[in-house]
């Protein structure tokens, strides 16, 4: 038992790190002029997408506030609260998704939906923080790129799956 604790321990630490350095990496990126002004990919969701797939909710939960908590001490308290409250709305629909559907969901669809929920939260957070529904203009851009990038996420993550099993 003490050894199997252990190793998850070591996993969910590995994956910590890899979820701040993709958020990382991806700050580094140029703003693409395909995305809309402050859309980001979300290629750190691959470590969060494997726990939501291969481990458990408190373990997605915890790589979600661990990179919500790198966007507190990067880009302040704002970032950090729209990050936290569209990684907690994402990982609780695709774990529920992929609990009750798990035979009958692709990846990818679990990852589309996810990326929606993702955004409505934060535009929801938006709307909170400047007393405002004015950002709700903006889901119609959102909704089409949350599926382009959430395809996209589904896909790196397949592709990532053997390598982060191995570990």
């Given at each position: 038992m003490k050894k199997s604790l252990s190793k998850r321990v070591a996993l969910l630490g590995m994956l910590a790190a890899l979820t701040v350095a993709l958020s990382f990496a991806e700050s580094l990126l140029p703003p693409l002029p395909f995305l809309p002004p402050g859309f980001k990919i979300g290629i750190a969701n691959i470590a969060v997408m494997y726990?939501?797939?291969c481990l458990d909710i408190?373990?997605?939960?915890?790589?979600?506030?661990v990179k919500s908590g790198?966007?507190?001490?990067?880009?302040?308290?704002?970032a950090f609260a729209l990050s936290l409250c569209g990684s907690?709305?994402?990982?609780l629909v695709m774990f529920a998704l992929f609990k009750f559907f798990k035979e009958r969901i692709s990846y990818i669809a679990v990852s589309v939906v996810g990326a929606l929920f993702h955004n409505a939260?934060?535009?929801c957070m938006v709307c909170i923080i400047t007393s405002s529904l004015a950002a709700l203009y903006y889901s119609p851009v959102l909704a089409f790129m949350a599926v382009i990038c959430g395809s996209a996420t589904a896909a790196l993550t397949g592709a990532a799956m053997p390598l982060i099993k191995k570990l």
């Open positions: 726990a939501v797939f408190k373990a997605a939960l915890s790589l979600s506030v790198f966007m507190l001490f990067t880009s302040g308290g704002y907690v709305a994402s990982v939260a934060q535009l």
